[in-house]
């Protein structure tokens, strides 16, 4: 096992992997992102080539290798990560004993068998094949997305699993089948399946389009009217889903994200549809950075998978119809990450949705992705189309509906923009819009739990680390830090860890010169290190003659900060002792005036 490790270790190289999944800007020795695991404006993540390590110095505070970035990323389990980066250096990997295959390894393989069967099945039934025509998809669209069809029939899957050594129990597991007094029986009946599957494209999950022509076993009858009765109280919904399971995590999964992934990164956008049907055909239609969400808004770890790739969100809306308040709210919910939101309007008349379109014209969709307006103008358009801007409520509808999008605006001068060109557009005082805007903020949305916000290091802290990891870079300044510190009572270090390292570094410095190298002490502890990586990016960034003076300064600044929260706390004891009367007073005055004259020395 473990050679199998170091042998893929040796062959992927940390960089071109996570190149794959977000875009790496070098920097110095370095490249750098910002983090693909929490929300962030400014670049934290940081990847080492000679090291072949990765860190975030934000929120997550987290690193390792290439094994748990694949872990995290495609959030699999060890095992998952070693067979997808095994394939990748093209290393074989011992076989698994079948008997210890772990359960979700088997749900995915009982999932993918299910695919191959509704696969085969529409083979049988001509008239699905002549429905799915007839809505325009193309054979080879219809092999990439491995759509099938689930025939009428309480058993039809639970008997073709069994040949296949699959228990009922796990076939319930998986979400296809259901178990009922009288046994177990099959999920999906007469329905259009479409397998949905996870980031990597294996498949957890299916859904199923309700087949309105009743099949005979011929193939032939085409009669309108549900072919199912009875059973489960969905039988007749349009669209049923296979339900959340152990492979099958909702709100982590959307809909043909596997495919699209790599277009979403190369366009540095995604365009997010609601149907299966729609994300097909906008696929089918040459818009190979679509994505759908089904019926549901976003959650946040999906707005995070998307985030991570592309800038840009392009969400279609459809003018005919007026609700459509998941994408309204998935809309709001992508202001949150800070994404460029875009929407791609279908015109009045031009249909329900993007499979319609994609239907009648491919290229009058792309035409529509590719003037999807910034969603400011959208929601100003609509206002005014549906409100009245003589009138004062009319006037207030708008201001509300347009100032909602426009407070999600990050950028100061675009927001004055939006404040300007409403109160034109209603023929007001831009004071009064600009108070709107101020009521709307101030009620913003709680942000989403699963957004980590970075806690607060104190600049103290962010001190001691720094030089910490310049000591351990620079062995020869220990002496000059020594010397330094002698000069000044009390204890530098808040941390118990740092004052640990601290120390293990000083009592070293008589040890021998190879000992000195920082190799040396990273093999002791992680901790160390990332310390040796956070500096090397933090040295990476300065100027060359600036590098020298990094760790005196560094010095300097920390002894202020703890000379500084001295004096503040002398201040408070100063005020409570003069209110108590307390005769030690003076004392405590003395001791002020000491201490901040040393930190003017300083200054
Ligand atoms: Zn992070």
Redesign the pocket.
Known sequence: MNTEVEEIKSRVDIVELIQGYIRLERSGINWRAC?P??A?KTP??FVSPTRQTWH?F?????GGDIFSFVQKIEGVDFREALETLAKRAGVDLRREDPGIRSEKTRLLLLCDEAAKYFAAALAYYPVVGVYLTGRGVLPETIKEFRIGYAPDGWRNLLGALAKKRFRPEEIEKAGLAIRSEKGFYDRFRNRVMFPVADASGRIVGFGGRIFDAVVTEAGKGAAKGSGVSGGQGDAGAKYINSPQSLIYDKSHILYAFDKAKKNILKENACVIVEGYMDAIMSHQAGVTHTIAVSGTALTAPQVHMIRRLADTLISSFDADRAGQLATKRSLDIAAGADFNRRVAVIPEGGGKDPADVVLRSPAEWVDIVKNAKPVVDFFLERALRTHDKKTPSGKKEIAREVLGEVRHLTNDIERAHWVQALARELEVDEGAIRGELAKIADGRDVPDEDI?VPAARSRRLLLEERILGLLLLHPEKRDYAKDFFAGFDGTFFSDVTHQAVFTMIMSSADEKAEERAPEAFAKKDAFIKDLIFQTEVMLANLEEKERPRELEASLKFLVQEVLGEECGRLARDIAAAERAGDPGLQQLMERHRAVSQKRETLA
């Open positions: 983090c695991f929490h962030e934290s993540f975030c934000g929120g997550c505070a987290e980590v």
